[in-house]
């Protein structure tokens, strides 16, 4: 093991106050967020298990440690299914950020909050002016 790996090896939580494992050593019931929702399931209210700690040459104005936390599968319970409620008022929701308030038609994306308009619209201002 390397010297860096060495460094983030903490599985007892002695050093780091949670288990510590080094990128890719993690037990393979450990599970980060994404992974989990990937999986279909979600953390179902149990807290961090534990983290993977790796260094960074991109975040190095950070200390060039970066960490992921992760969740035990055994857990985690299924992902909730939304209403069919809760889908009609994010439908409705949806159509409204993606209409616009000048033309009042749907424009097919979400209109940019800077221009308030859509792209159309904002260009005939832009050319009147």
């Not at 967020?33 to 961090?48: D, F, I, M």
């Not at 889908?87 to 409204?96: E, G, I, P, Y």
């Not at 994306?109 to 050319?127: I, K, N, Q, S």
Request: net charge positive.
């Amino acid at each position: 093991m390397s010297r860096i790996r060495a460094l983030f090896w903490d599985p007892a939580g002695e050093r780091y106050g949670i288990p510590t494992y080094p990128w890719k050593m993690a037990p393979p019931h450990l599970l980060t967020l994404r992974q989990l929702t990937a999986g279909g399931l979600r953390p179902g209210g149990q807290g961090v298990q534990a983290q993977v700690l790796w260094r960074s040459r991109r975040y190095r104005t950070r200390g060039g440690v970066r960490a992921a936390y992760l969740y035990d599968v055994r857990f985690a319970l299924p992902k909730r299914t939304p209403t069919t409620a809760q889908c009609a008022a994010l439908a409705k929701a949806n159509a409204a950020r993606r209409t616009c308030p000048v033309c009042e038609r749907d424009v097919g994306y979400v209109l940019p909050r800077h221009l308030g308009t859509c792209l159309d619209c904002a260009e005939a201002v832009a050319a009147a002016a």
